[in-house]
């Protein structure tokens, strides 16, 4: 967006405009998902169709016309189209990706070593791709980049969902109804209080990543290999920290890391905002990359619980519904972002990159420090109305 020169108002709307978009197609996803009955199973025909789909949509989205690029009005109108192909095949993907969780592991130990395999996994391809990227870019352009990038996760998500073995004898279950489904899951009090928590870390989230190039660039004065420096180092701290919080799982509880964990992360970003120096910073962030990882390594198996806990009480498999009805809570987050992004242009005029505005240092620091902060705040003060039964250390 900076490159391109989009303005920061306009990306605001992009955000909030998805946001409401992504409220819908969630749980329609997850709908048609759940009543799927094939000999491939209920997730895999989804996969495998969606996967092209979505690499398609991402290397359009990486590939903006030149006529596009010169006028700012269909600048607009092409981010935003893109911006909804591709969210919308990534939350078609990720409903279906969810719900396989819980159903291929049962057990709660399984679950959390399971998820800690590959939440790194996930972390060290994340690292390997930011590490590349700019030697990628600087060779390649964006636009190749985009191509090699995309041919690359095809070939890896095809492989993966093509060896997925998920259960097939379903065809005698009950097909859930999407309203009524609906409405058992908006009735549980779990659901809420994980959700909006998880709503406000996945703000936090999105918002360092998103805010973190321009405070290394107008608040450290540095350049993009900086930031590469600093997300290197959040993303290998992560993946130590997923190994260590594994491990306190199993002599404490989900519930007891998944706290800590927005702790730890609201914690590490108050002196990040009075950061001067590069090598502070990094102290800083291997304290968020900490926080993070306790988070990674707990929230995909508290979802599972609540899912757990509704067919116990209802007899319906409706994994993909309340694992998508989940993914419109955390984005949710897309409300804050905009928000921040919005108050960020209107009090500080910090446009794009090409109008920074008169003080772009503070309002950065505010976009990565300040935003997060208040969000994490928010996402521990509800995570602690969680309420587990008495003596359930696993729950």
């Not at 489904?181 to 779990?190: R, W």
Request: net charge neutral.
């Amino acid at each position: 967006m900076d490159r391109l020169g989009l303005d920061m108002k306009k990306y605001s709307l992009i955000l909030l405009i998805y946001t409401f978009i992504d409220a819908i197609d969630n749980p329609v996803y997850g709908f048609l998902s759940d009543r799927t009955r094939s000999k491939w199973g209920r997730r895999r025909p989804w996969l495998i169709i969606g996967t092209p789909l979505l690499v398609l949509s991402f290397i359009l989205f990486y590939n903006v016309p030149q006529f596009v690029q010169s006028e700012k009005g269909i600048l607009f109108i092409y981010m935003l189209l893109m911006y909804i192909l591709t969210g919308t095949l990534d939350s078609l993907i990720n409903a279906n990706y969810g719900a396989l969780f819980p159903e291929l592991f049962k057990g709660d130990e399984d679950r959390a070593k399971t998820n800690g395999i590959r939440q790194i996994f996930q972390l060290l391809a994340m690292a390997v791709s930011i590490a590349l990227t700019p030697v990628v870019t600087d060779a390649l352009g964006y636009q190749m980049t985009s191509l090699v990038y995309g041919i690359l996760a095809l070939g890896v998500m095809m492989y993966c969902f093509w060896g997925c073995r998920e259960e097939t004898n379903y065809e005698e279950m009950e097909k859930p109804r999407l309203f009524e489904s609906i409405f058992a899951l908006l009735s549980n009090p779990k659901f809420w209080i994980f959700g909006l928590a998880g709503a406000f870390y996945s703000a936090a989230y999105s918002l360092i990543s998103q805010a973190l190039p321009f405070y290394v660039k107008y608040a450290l004065g540095l350049g993009g290999g900086a930031t590469t420096v600093m997300l290197g180092i959040v993303l290998g701290v992560a993946v130590i920290g997923i190994v260590i919080w594994t491990k306190v799982v199993k002599k404490s509880s989900v519930i007891v890391v998944w706290r800590a964990g927005f702790i730890v992360l609201a914690v590490g970003l108050i002196p990040l905002f009075f950061a001067k120096t590069l090598p502070f910073a990094i102290a800083v962030a291997a304290i968020i990359g900490m926080g993070i990882a306790a988070c990674l390594t707990t929230m995909d198996c508290i979802g599972a619980k609540i899912i757990d806990d509704d067919f116990q009480k209802h007899g319906v498999k409706r994994e993909g519904i309340i694992s998508s009805l989940v993914g419109v809570m955390n984005r949710l987050n897309g409300l804050y972002t905009s928000l921040a992004f919005f108050m960020a242009s209107e009090f500080f005029g910090f446009v794009s990159g090409d109008e920074p505005g008169a003080d772009p240092s503070l309002a950065s620091r505010i976009l990565l420090c300040v935003f997060p902060f208040v969000a994490m705040i928010l996402a521990s003060a509800i995570s602690f109305l969680f309420k587990t039964p008495e003596g359930d250390r696993n729950e």
